[in-house]
């Protein structure tokens, strides 16, 4: 590491520290080390073996929060970093770099210092919760703080370096960049770490399943790691502890050293902000694909007032902008994406009628890039104020959510069709309100943060959760016990988008006063 380099890395993490985002994000840590230890009594387990879990005492709890911050951290601090070299470019920063003699490597080498930074910051929020979740569950009073931290610097600080390799990585190929890139690193991260687990964790999981054999004999000892549902309080096991082995720093050691060595291959084609040369622009590094045309004159109600109208031609007024909003929307994707829904149409129409649920699942996860472009289209096109002056914001706002519906309703046509041929009337509530919930939800997000990687992250959460069984969070009627919804009522989600919309409208209101 040249002077360079960490010149740049300190700079870049001083800007960053400075940002309300980063309190955010440590706070989002220190709430990650919350919900992964559950108490007893939860309907949930972040880390089991089989259906049992060990006692929480410093041994455990510390290489519980390793595990699950090698998971969630990198998965979600990805979203957190990867926008380094945008904001150079957009700040102008990146010009005045192009023109020093800082070298191409020692550049992208700082953005990864930097990143792992940020990352390095969650992972101390996780050590800092894990005695406080220990005397908080109360099975064991007896702090070992090189037993809590240890895991967290032998197993998860090592990780965090391939997010923050990644980060740098997508920010310099085109194709990457925007909210493909963000999806594709959700599914990518997370196969990666189901593949690495035997080589990571393989001691500790072995340890997990003899002391578990030993104390429980007979008992299933299949490993458990991220988020799944439980309908009952888990079993509990004692770990002897971890025994510390060389091999765990060398190979920390060796995946810290080949993160950075993947950081700065982008030097081959990273242009160095050479406007001659380069493909990065401001047009393509916001999340919005570049085939989008998102002309405020593209529908008759943003080129006139609705001041004055009568109730029949403000009807007509807001049906054109509603029309408008959903063209631009759907003009921004790919034949590809058409494709994509037809087969998952296509399938979801000649899969059981008892697996709609996972059909309507996957087919809600294909407007996920539309959706988070709610509440931040016209503010990432520059045309806000140019907006305004044909149409009320709030009457734009509410457009844009039923924009975000009817995109619901596409998508989602398969499952629905399939349900009303079943007379499912009970997955039909369930996915109307999900198809009005889930679009409040970004407008929500989207109105407050004026970006669409938040909401990305937010909704592969939710996705992800109930994927995997977590009833609480299945706004979209998935999943079913007995034939009744496992998840929140209809009514209840419906309550739940009125009131997202209404805090979007108030989002308006206090930036408009603010002005």
């Not at 002077?3 to 980063?22: T, Y």
């Amino acid at each position: 590491m040249t002077r360079a380099a960490a010149a740049v890395a300190a700079a870049d993490f001083r800007d960053r520290a400075r940002r309300p985002a980063f309190l955010v994000t440590v706070l989002g840590a220190i709430a990650l080390g919350y919900v992964a230890i559950p108490p007893a009594s939860a309907t949930y387990a972040m880390v089991k073996v089989g259906s049992f879990r060990g006692m929480y005492d410093s041994a455990y709890i510390g290489m519980m929060l390793a595990m699950i911050g090698s998971l969630w951290l990198p998965l979600f601090g990805f979203y957190v970093v990867r926008s380094s070299i945008a904001r150079d470019i957009s700040t102008g920063v990146g010009e005045t770099l192009a023109a020093s003699p800082l070298r191409t490597p020692m550049y992208l080498l700082g953005k990864y210092l930097s990143n792992l930074l940020v990352l390095a910051a969650m992972a101390a929020a996780l050590a800092f919760i894990a005695p406080v979740m220990q005397l908080l569950r109360g099975e064991s009073t007896g702090l070992d703080m090189t037993a809590l931290w240890l895991p967290i610097v032998l197993f998860c600080l090592p990780v965090l370096t391939v997010a923050a390799a990644a980060a740098v990585v997508f920010e310099t190929i085109p194709l990457l960049r925007g909210g493909a890139g963000n999806i594709l690193w959700f599914f990518v991260y997370l196969s990666i770490f189901l593949a690495g687990i035997p080589l990571i964790y393989g001691k500790v999981t072995a340890g997990f399943q003899t002391d578990l054999a030993a104390q429980h004999p007979g008992m299933d000892d299949e490993i458990s790691i991220g988020l799944t549902a439980e309908p009952g309080a888990l079993g509990q096991f004692t770990w002897s502890g971890m025994d510390f082995d060389p091999a765990l720093v060398a190979a920390g050691v060796g995946l810290i050293a080949v993160s950075a060595l993947v950081a700065v291959v982008p030097s081959f084609w990273f242009t160095r902000f050479d406007p001659s040369r380069r493909q990065i622009s401001l047009s393509t590094t916001s999340t919005q694909p570049p085939s989008a045309t998102p002309e405020p004159a593209a529908t008759p109600a943003f080129s006139r007032t609705v001041r004055g109208l009568s109730p029949v031609e403000r009807g007509h007024a807001f049906l054109g902008l509603l029309i408008g909003e959903v063209r631009i929307h759907l003009g921004s994707v790919s034949r590809w994406w058409w494709l994509t829904l037809a087969i998952v149409t296509v399938a979801a129409l000649a899969v059981p009628s008892d697996r709609v649920g996972a059909a309507l699942l996957f087919a809600w996860l294909l407007p996920v890039l539309l959706w988070s472009r709610l509440g931040t289209l016209t503010y990432e096109q520059g045309v806000d104020p140019l907006v305004e002056c044909g149409v009320s914001p709030r009457i734009r706002l509410i457009a844009e959510w039923g924009a975000g519906v009817l995109i619901a309703a596409v998508a989602g046509v398969g499952p629905l069709v399939k349900m009303l041929l079943a007379l499912d009337w009970t997955g039909v509530t369930a996915w109307v309100a999900g198809a009005t919930l889930i679009p409040a939800l970004a407008l929500l997000i989207g109105s407050i943060g004026r970006g669409a990687r938040v909401f990305q992250a937010v909704y592969l959460v939710i996705w992800y959760a109930v994927l995997n069984g977590v009833a609480a969070v299945d706004v979209m009627g998935a999943l079913r016990t007995d034939g009744s919804l496992s998840g929140p009522s209809p009514l209840f989600s419906l309550g739940i988008s009125a009131v997202l919309v209404a805090a979007s409208l108030l989002v308006l209101e206090v930036r408009h006063a603010r002005r």
